[in-house]
């Protein structure tokens, strides 16, 4: 099982789960977040595409994307959600997909993917195994507020775009649950990662 991928719902820890399993499993990671990130604000042709679509209001002075305000338009108008996916999506798949291709046949390696609308786009299909990253609801809202400062409103709007956990859970392979403290997930992570290098 070398290609692995991680998803969960928003505020639930994949972030800090592909770091912790990518470093113990000395694989090749992947995270649709951070490229999200680097197509946003650097790559040309995207920043193109977006002003074109949503104008000046898309970008912020410094020239990094105004994330707010696209969230604001793609929460609010679907038709602006699949305009800003038919972007994005195709460049992030045209990173991870080829490696997940070639981990697939090397069991030698492992490569890790974050995906965060794994489940929603059906790209489960690519992975040899999937991890959901869980976590409760008073915990989720507690780590964003604190940690991205929205507010609840903003984070029940994350999560109306996303498939609900429970579904989520009942569809990995594996499942970790993220409410206490780093170091206890950490220790989930150990053992998780002991399980693929001794398959």
Same mark, same amino acid.
């Given at each position: 099982? @070398?290609?692995?991928?991680?998803? &969960?719902?928003?505020?639930?820890?994949?972030?800090?789960?592909?770091?912790?399993?990518?470093?113990? /499993?000395?694989? !090749?990671? %992947?995270?649709?977040?951070?490229?999200?990130?680097? +197509?946003?604000?650097?790559? @040309?042709?995207? !920043? !193109?595409?977006?002003?074109?679509?949503?104008?000046?209001?898309?970008?912020?002075?410094? =020239?990094?994307?105004?994330? #707010?305000?696209? %969230?604001?338009?793609?929460?609010?108008? @679907?038709?602006?959600?699949?305009?800003?996916?038919?972007?994005?999506?195709?460049?992030? *798949?045209?990173?991870? #997909? @080829?490696?997940?291709?070639?981990?697939?046949?090397?069991?030698? %390696?492992?490569?890790?993917?974050?995906?965060?609308?794994?489940? $929603?786009? !059906? +790209?489960?299909?690519?992975?040899?195994?999937?991890?959901?990253? &869980?976590?409760?609801?008073?915990?989720?809202?507690?780590?964003? *507020? &604190?940690?991205?400062?929205?507010?609840?409103?903003?984070?029940?709007?994350?999560?109306?775009?996303q498939v609900p956990q429970d579904i989520k859970v009942?569809?990995?392979?594996?499942?970790?649950?993220?409410? =206490?403290? $780093?170091? *206890?997930?950490?220790?989930?992570?150990? /053992?998780?990662?002991?399980?693929? +290098?001794?398959?």
């Amino acid at each position: 099982m @070398p290609s692995l991928a991680i998803t &969960g719902t928003i505020g639930s820890g994949k972030s800090l789960l592909l770091h912790k399993l990518g470093t113990l /499993l000395g694989a !090749k990671t %992947f995270s649709a977040d951070e490229e999200n990130r680097r +197509l946003l604000d650097h790559d @040309p042709e995207v !920043k !193109k595409l977006i002003l074109s679509h949503f104008g000046e209001i898309s970008y912020l002075t410094d =020239g990094t994307a105004n994330r #707010k305000a696209l %969230f604001e338009l793609i929460s609010r108008d @679907p038709v602006s959600r699949q305009v800003l996916e038919s972007i994005l999506h195709p460049r992030l *798949q045209a990173v991870w #997909k @080829p490696l997940a291709e070639i981990f697939h046949e090397n069991s030698d %390696f492992y490569f890790l993917a974050e995906i965060p609308l794994l489940y $929603e786009k !059906k +790209l489960e299909v690519c992975f040899d195994k999937t991890i959901v990253v &869980g976590c409760s609801d008073s915990v989720r809202r507690k780590r964003l *507020q &604190g940690l991205r400062s929205l507010s609840m409103t903003e984070s029940d709007a994350w999560l109306k775009l996303q498939v609900p956990q429970d579904i989520k859970v009942t569809r990995a392979h594996y499942l970790l649950w993220n409410d =206490g403290t $780093e170091s *206890q997930f950490l220790v989930q992570t150990q /053992l998780l990662a002991s399980h693929f +290098l001794n398959v």
